[in-house]
């Protein structure tokens, strides 16, 4: 996968949600709208799965992913 921000080559991996702590057991991954983030209560949030296709790009040293709805 070509990065989205400077079009070099990405490495692919895994990008997984994971419990903080063994007491903490509402892990969970969401997708929430930009007109969304800032309002009290957020109806159009996406679950998402636990785990993404994940690609880093040593350029911007960043990861995206590609999560699919749960």
Not at 53 to 59: F, I, M, Q, R
Request: charged share 30%.
């Amino acid at each position: 996968m070509k990065c989205p921000k400077c079009g070099k080559e990405t490495k692919k991996g895994i990008v997984k949600a994971s419990y903080p702590n063994i007491t903490n057991a509402l892990t969970q991954v969401l997708w929430t709208p930009e007109e969304d983030i800032h309002k009290a209560i957020q109806k159009n949030n996406v679950e998402l799965s636990l785990q993404a296709d994940g690609y880093y790009c040593d350029e911007c040293m960043m990861v995206f992913a590609e999560f699919k709805e749960r």
